[in-house]
C-alpha cells in the first residue's frame, strides 16, 4: 500500500522567513495531495491541495509542488508569521479502492517573532 | 464546506467499557471516515463508511473492536468496545467531497484509565 514520508519533523524560522515542508510517496498510482494544519486541540484544517495533472499551485503565502516522477511534494510558506504556527500534515490519495488518504508524519513548525 | 459535528467532544473511561462517538453532517454525502490520532501522532485511518453497506477496515482495526454504523447520509457513529488504556486517542469522523476533499470534525478525546 502506500506510505508517504515527511520532513523534516520539527521546523524553526524567524518570523518573515520561508519554511519548506517535504514528502515522498510510494505509489505511482495516487494523483490527489492535500495538506493540512492543524493547531494544538483543533482539527486539521485543509490549506491547500494539488492533484496529479497540475506541477504547482499557489494561494497567497502558500504553495505546493509536485513531481510525479521522483514521486514527491513541497510545501512551501513564503513570509511566515507567528500564527503560522502549527503542525503540518502531508497526505496522498490513491486512486483504487475509496481514494482514502495516506497522511505523512507531520512537521510541527515554530515561527519566532 | 459541510458543517461536521461530533459528541462527544471528550470523555474519560474506564478500562473494559465501550464509547460510541457520534458525528453528524449538514449535507448528504457517501463516503465518510473514521480516523484516530494517537497523542502527537498523525492520523491514521479505522475505515470507511458508506451508507447502505458494511464498513470496510484498514489493517490493524477489526469490527468486533471499532463497531461502525452509518444509517443514512448524514451519520455515523463508531464505537470503541472493551476499552484499555492504549485506546487513548483522539478519534476524527471525516467526509470526502466529490472533488476528493476531506474535511474532519472536531475530534472526540479519549481517555482510557
Known amino acids: 500500500g502506500e506510505n508517504v514520508e515527511q520532513h523534516p519533523s520539527t521546523l524553526s524560522v524567524q518570523e518573515g522567513d520561508s519554511a519548506v515542508i517535504k514528502c515522498t510517496y510510494s505509489d505511482s498510482a495516487s494523483n490527489y495531495f492535500p495538506w493540512y494544519k492543524q493547531e494544538l486541540g483543533k482539527r486539521p484544517q485543509l490549506i491547500i491541495d494539488i492533484r496529479s495533472n497540475v506541477g504547482e499551485k499557489k494561494d497567497q503565502r502558500i504553495a505546493v509542488t509536485l513531481n510525479k516522477t521522483a514521486k514527491h511534494f513541497s510545501l512551501h510558506i513564503t513570509e511566515t508569521q507567528p500564527e503560522d504556527s502549527a503542525v503540518y500534515f502531508c497526505?496522498?490519495?490513491?486512486?483504487?479502492?475509496?481514494?482514502?488518504?495516506?497522511f505523512g508524519t507531520g512537521t510541527r513548525l515554530l515561527v519566532s517573532p | 464546506s459541510a458543517v461536521i459535528s461530533q459528541k462527544p467532544s471528550r470523555d474519560i473511561c474506564q478500562r473494559g467499557t465501550s464509547l460510541t462517538i457520534q458525528c453528524q453532517v449538514d449535507s448528504q454525502v457517501t463516503m465518510m471516515f473514521w480516523y484516530r490520532q494517537q497523542p502527537g501522532q498523525s492520523l491514521t485511518l479505522i475505515a470507511t463508511a458508506n451508507q447502505g453497506s458494511e464498513a470496510t477496515y484498514e489493517s490493524g482495526f477489526v469490527i468486533d473492536k471499532f463497531p461502525i454504523s452509518r444509517p443514512n447520509l448524514t451519520f455515523s457513529t463508531l464505537t470503541v468496545s472493551n476499552m484499555s488504556p492504549e485506546d487513548s486517542s483522539i478519534y476524527l469522523c471525516s467526509l470526502r467531497t466529490s472533488r476528493e476533499t476531506q474535511y474532519f470534525g472536531p475530534g472526540t478525546r479519549l481517555l482510557v484509565l
Open positions: 497526505a496522498a490519495s490513491p486512486i483504487t479502492g475509496f481514494q482514502k488518504l495516506v
